[in-house]
Nanobody, 118 residues
Framework: QVQLVESGGGLVQAGGSLRLSCAASGRTFTSYRMAWFRQAPGKGRALLASINWSVGDAYYANSVKGRFTISRDNAKNTVYLQMNSLRPEDTAVFYC???????????WGQGTQVTVSS
């Protein structure tokens, strides 16, 4: 059974930092691209960052470029999202996802809530 399990969310003050983790299990993800999305209340799900599990090249949305860093630990089968300089508008449910074709996402985590207070 394939699982993506996020952790690390919580409440933080504006300007603070959080590190989200996504533990992947149930299959080999070396041919997948892993991504972080977020969904704010009343809004659609937005792609924030992605990384190729094997190569390690990263992509960032303009909204988080320079503040967020995606990384992976192959030994731990875990993908991370380091979030710095958090803003109240970053408040959302953050999801981890995996795609093999780079277009459609095959697997999703259950999400973790991040709340940034002003």
């Amino acid at each position: 059974q394939v699982q993506l399990v996020e952790s690390g969310g919580g409440l933080v003050q504006a300007g603070g930092s959080l590190r989200l983790s996504c533990a992947a299990s149930g299959r080999t993800f070396t041919s997948y691209r892993m991504a972080w999305f977020r969904q704010a209340p009343g809004k659609g799900r937005a792609l924030l960052a992605s990384i190729n599990w094997s190569v390690g090249d990263a992509y960032y949305a303009n909204s988080v470029k320079g503040r967020f860093t995606i990384s992976r630990d192959n030994a731990k089968n875990t993908v991370y999202l380091q979030m710095n300089s958090l803003r109240p508008e970053d408040t959302a449910v953050f999801y981890c996802a995996a795609t093999r074709n780079g277009i459609t996402y095959d697997y999703w985590g259950q999400g973790t809530q991040v709340t940034v207070s002003s």
